[in-house]
């Protein structure tokens, strides 16, 4: 069973700074290429693979594979939406007129954060992992091209 204490800290505000970037810089649907590249150097850094579907922007990671069982999908969505943020965060949106305003910020960091977690146990997962990182679910276009 996976202990998510004391020894998880560190990574537990690597992601919520994840967050607060990803906050800061939100890019609306079919336009998260920088989104998209911060999302695979950290997969990158935690040698976890990407599959390549040859997609402009969001990606789709996998964990395991390496014994017998079932797949198992996590999805997070990556987009924002076209509304100017008016919090006074110290995270708060630097691109005008778009924010995460419905956390999907907290979704991709969340779903990141899992895919580290299991790949520190990949050698003892059953089945396949794949995390859906999805680009533009705000107008509809995303799901169609993972």
Do not use: W
């Not at 997969?43 to 069982?69: F, H, M, W």
């Not at 005008?96 to 979704?107: K, L």
């Amino acid at each position: 069973m996976l202990d998510i204490t004391q020894e998880h800290q560190p990574l537990a505000a690597f992601i919520q700074d994840f967050r607060h970037h990803l906050h800061r810089h939100p890019e609306l649907s079919n336009d998260e290429f920088n989104t998209t590249a911060s999302i695979r150097a950290v997969l990158e850094k935690y040698q976890i693979r990407v599959i390549d579907l040859s997609l402009k922007t969001g990606l789709v990671a996998e964990i395991g594979g390496i014994n017998p069982g079932e797949l198992v999908v996590l999805r997070s969505d990556i987009d924002a939406l076209p509304i100017e943020e008016k919090s006074a965060v110290d995270y708060t949106s630097q691109n005008p007129g778009v924010m995460h305003a419905c956390g999907h910020d907290f979704h991709t960091s969340a779903a990141l954060g899992a895919a580290i977690l299991l790949k520190a146990q990949e050698d003892s997962l059953s089945g396949t992992v794949r995390i859906l990182f999805q680009a533009a679910e705000e107008t509809g276009h995303g799901a169609p091209a993972l």
